[in-house]
């Protein structure tokens, strides 16, 4: 399984980005992926997640109303939208998959088995 990130960059303060997520090796429509963020010095945290079959959705409380999270099965990509950013979304942030997803803990690290490289957004002041 491979999971490959990308869409990151530097943007101003109340601007958006939209974060790819691309997929391979094992069915897609079988997984849930699931986006978490780091910050120097900081925790790795769950952002959102889409599960697998109904696409249900969940949000972090500190990205709801801004990040929007779907999935494209034809594509085996899931996108992560994101607006109205703020310096404090700065992180590297990390995709990841798992076939078998608790909704309970689905911002825990250790729900998931595969993780992506990565890819730096940086939001100025």
């Known amino acids: 399984v491979q999971l490959q990130a990308c869409g990151g960059g530097l943007v101003q303060a109340g601007g958006s980005l939209r974060l790819s997520c691309a997929f391979s090796?094992?069915?897609?429509?079988?997984?849930?992926i699931g986006w978490f963020r780091q910050a120097p010095g900081k925790e790795r945290e769950g952002v959102s997640c889409?599960?697998?079959?109904?696409?249900?959705?969940y949000y972090a409380e500190s990205v709801k109303g801004r990040f929007t999270i779907s999935r494209d099965n034809a594509k085996n990509t899931v996108y992560l939208h994101m607006t109205g950013l703020k310096p404090e979304d700065t992180a590297v942030y990390y995709c990841?998959?798992?076939?078998?997803?608790?909704?309970?803990?689905?911002?825990?690290?250790?729900?998931?088995?595969?993780w992506g490289q990565g890819t730096l957004v940086t939001v100025s002041s």
């Open positions: 990841a998959s798992t076939a078998y997803l608790w909704t309970a803990d689905w911002a825990l690290r250790d729900s998931y088995d595969y």
């Open positions: 090796g094992f069915r897609f429509d079988d997984v849930a």
């Open positions: 889409i599960n697998k079959e109904d696409g249900s959705t």
